[in-house]
Each structure stands twice: as structure tokens, then as C-alpha cells.
């Protein structure tokens, strides 16, 4: 295996590489396509062509010991109702019943809630000239939006947030700490859950206690208690913590590309594909990870059952087999298929709101600034090796 015999090296938890791991990813690519690192006993593919074939195979590489590499090498107990954390046919029940919050009509329908949430964070910074990506708008804005499809009210979304960050947060340099049945905690929705019930609304959790469907065992029924606190958990959770981070990174990378940034300030109708860039260029979850149900083979190189397999989207996004020039951040570029948001059964199921919460977002923030510079002095990168990306991404506007 050439990557344990020369110099190259790749962990996710390594501090240093994540602060720039393209040109690792480069290395892995050219000189290890099927890389394992010995130290933390895991496999990585990093091509493009690789990737999405692995990300179409779930049931040779299975989402069913979760999809973080931390929580697949734990061998967690994963509770029902976890459903990026299943396997067809249990995740196809589970996934359908979800998509209910994230459908075409939908979506169209929350435009102007989310326009109306950008308005609210971003007017009264207006007359300032300073303007923080993250604390301003990305600790804000997602959680409001799921709070709002979903049904969590407002006075609970502050602890929702803070759950959804910290049980991602990891020490530099180690792996995230997991605890076997604790990683999905929906204990926090319980009070919510009973009073929903009792006070019926427009918003998917009414709709989840109400829907009758049939289960993997041919039985029609309800949504347990328990499958309800835990869908809560996950929708939450993965809606805040990945979208929050694409504010950062939108903050920067246009920041640096400043005749990009005066091409999307004079013509809004390029916004769309400027978040497509972004999510290709600098992706809020860098990688998954699957469990490797059965012997499979890249390149020539037999991956055994049994392995964790780290799936290295960021690479593949960067790869120049599939897209031309990719180190280059390009708003004109046409659209060639990032896989961000993964392939398959596990198709980001949350991908449109994201597109609208990144696109809206953006032409907010550009009707009323128009041009900023990124104050890298005083950023503050985010140490989690889940999401990458900030915690702080001050600007100063007008500049």
C-alpha cells in the first residue's frame, strides 16, 4: 500500500493538514487512491469516479454504524429512527416520512420566511463596518429556518443550536469521543413532543405524530415516541451544524476573489451558481464514512469487511479528472456535479434548503454589502473535524 510507504499522511483530526488539506489530497489522489492509515486503522478513497461509485454501493459499504468515522469505528447500537444511519429497506420508510418537510412545494413556500430572517439579522448591522459571517448570520439563520419547518420554537432554539455544536466538537489532533447509544440525544425534545400533541400546528412534527405508514415488518402504524425524539434530533441537527458553517466559508472565499464578488454584486442572477462554486469549493462536511459490509475492491486493492472506509468528498470535488482547473474558485464555471451532498440512497436530503438558505442569503447580504474585506487577523476557525469551517469570519464592510 503506497501510502504507509513513503511520506504521505492523512487523518482528518490532523490540526495542520485540515488548515489546507488540498495539497494532501492531491498526493492521495496521484500516489494512494486506496489509502489506509494505520495508526487509526481506517481506509480512504479520494478520487472523484471512486467516490461516487462507493457513495451508489449501500449495501457493500453501509450507512447502518453511522456515517462519521469516529462513530462507524465505535460500532454504536444506533437507535431506530436514525435514518441517515440506515440501510434500505428501513432508511427508504424513514427517509420518505422526513422528505415530507423537504419537498419542491415546500421549500418554495418558505422563500419568503427565510428572506425575512435574513432581513432581521442583517438590517441592524446596516451602518456598520463590520459584518461577521458566522455570528451574525450563520449562528443565526439555519437553526431559524429548520425551527421553523420543523416546529421547534423559538426559546428552544438557542439550546438546540448549542447541542448540535458541541456534540461535533472534538480536541485537536483526536478523534470526536462517542458514546455507544448517546450520539443522538432527542431527550431534549420531550417536553416540546408532548405539548405538540396536545396543540396541533402546520409544521412537520404535527404531521410525523399523525402519518400512518407500513414498517419494515409489513405493519401499519405510527411513529413511536421514541423514532419522533430522534428524527427531531437528527433533522436539527444536521440542518444547523452544516449550513451554519457555508456562511464562513461564503464570507471568505468571496472575500478573496473580490472581482468575483463585484460580478455577483452587479448581477444577482449569477448567485445560484456562485453557491454551487462554494459547496464545490470549500465544502461544509468535508468527508463520510461507511462500514464495509462485504470485501470491495478499488484499483486493484481488496478493502476487507469489517473496515471503516473514509469517504474524502472535499478531494473529490477537487479532483482534475472530473473537473477542469478545480483549485480555482470559479462563479462562471458550469456546474459539474459536486458531491457535497453525497449520491445515492444518502442524497443530502436537506440540499435544497440549503441551496435556498445559501442563495437567499447571499443576495441579502449583497443588497446591502456590496464589497467586503476578510479580517483574517481576528477569524476563528471552528475545531471540528465533521464540519469544517469557522466559528468567527468578521469583515469590514464597504471596503
Not at 483530526?13 to 492521495?28: A, S
Not at 431534549?188 to 405524530?209: C, H, Q, V
Not at 407500513?214 to 433533522?235: C, N, P, Y
Request: charged letters at 25%; hydrophobic letters at 40%; glycine letters at 8%.
Amino acid at each position: 500500500m503506497e501510502g504507509t510507504l513513503s511520506d504521505l499522511y492523512y487523518d482528518p483530526w490532523d490540526v495542520e493538514i485540515d488548515l489546507d488539506p488540498y495539497p494532501t489530497f492531491r498526493r492521495l489522489r496521484d500516489e494512494s487512491p486506496v489509502y489506509y492509515n494505520e495508526r487509526h486503522d481506517f481506509w480512504g478513497l479520494s478520487r472523484y469516479a471512486d467516490i461516487d461509485a462507493a457513495l451508489r454501493e449501500p449495501n457493500k459499504l453501509s450507512s447502518a454504524k453511522g456515517d462519521i468515522l469516529e462513530v462507524v469505528k465505535a460500532d454504536p447500537v444506533m437507535p431506530p429512527g436514525v435514518f441517515i444511519n440506515e440501510d434500505p429497506p428501513l432508511h427508504t420508510i424513514h427517509r420518505a416520512l422526513v422528505s415530507r418537510a423537504f419537498t419542491p412545494k415546500r421549500i418554495r413556500e418558505i422563500e419568503d420566511k427565510v428572506r425575512a430572517f435574513c432581513v432581521a439579522c442583517l438590517d441592524p448591522i446596516v451602518g456598520s463596518d463590520r459584518f461577521d459571517f458566522v455570528q451574525d448570520l450563520g449562528a443565526e439563520l439555519p437553526m431559524r429556518t429548520i425551527g421553523m419547518l420543523v416546529g421547534i420554537p423559538d426559546s428552544d432554539q438557542p439550546s438546540v443550536r448549542a447541542h448540535a455544536h458541541a456534540v461535533l466538537r472534538n480536541k485537536p489532533g483526536e478523534p470526536l469521543p462517542v458514546k455507544k447509544d448517546h450520539y443522538f440525544d432527542g431527550d431534549m425534545f420531550g417536553d416540546y413532543l408532548a405539548w405538540r400533541t396536545k396543540n396541533p400546528s402546520d409544521d412537520l412534527i404535527t404531521e410525523l405524530l399523525n402519518v400512518e405508514f407500513d414498517d419494515e415488518t409489513g405493519a401499519t402504524r405510527r411513529l413511536s415516541t421514541q423514532e419522533l425524539l430522534i428524527f427531531l434530533a437528527v433533522v436539527a441537527g444536521a440542518g444547523v451544524e452544516t449550513t451554519g458553517r457555508l456562511f464562513g466559508w461564503m464570507g471568505k472565499v468571496l472575500g478573496e476573489n473580490p472581482d468575483q464578488l463585484a460580478d455577483l454584486a452587479a448581477n444577482a442572477a449569477l448567485v445560484p451558481n456562485a453557491i454551487e462554486e462554494l459547496l464545490r469549493y470549500e465544502p461544509p462536511g468535508p468527508h463520510v464514512a461507511r462500514w464495509v459490509a462485504e470485501d470491495v475492491e478499488f484499483h486493484g486493492q481488496t478493502i476487507p469487511a469489517g473496515s471503516a472506509l473514509l469517504l474524502m468528498l472535499a478531494s473529490a470535488n477537487r479532483d482534475e479528472r472530473h473537473f477542469t482547473d478545480p483549485d480555482r474558485f470559479d462563479i462562471h464555471r458550469r456546474p459539474g456535479g459536486h458531491l457535497t451532498f453525497g449520491r445515492g440512497a444518502h442524497f443530502c436530503l436537506g440540499a435544497p434548503l440549503a441551496r435556498l438558505e445559501g442563495r437567499v442569503a447571499l443576495e441579502e447580504v449583497l443588497k446591502r454589502f456590496p464589497s467586503w474585506e476578510v479580517d483574517m487577523a481576528n477569524a476563528r476557525r471552528s475545531r471540528t473535524s465533521t464540519v469544517r469551517g469557522w466559528d468567527s469570519m468578521p469583515t469590514v464592510v464597504g471596503a
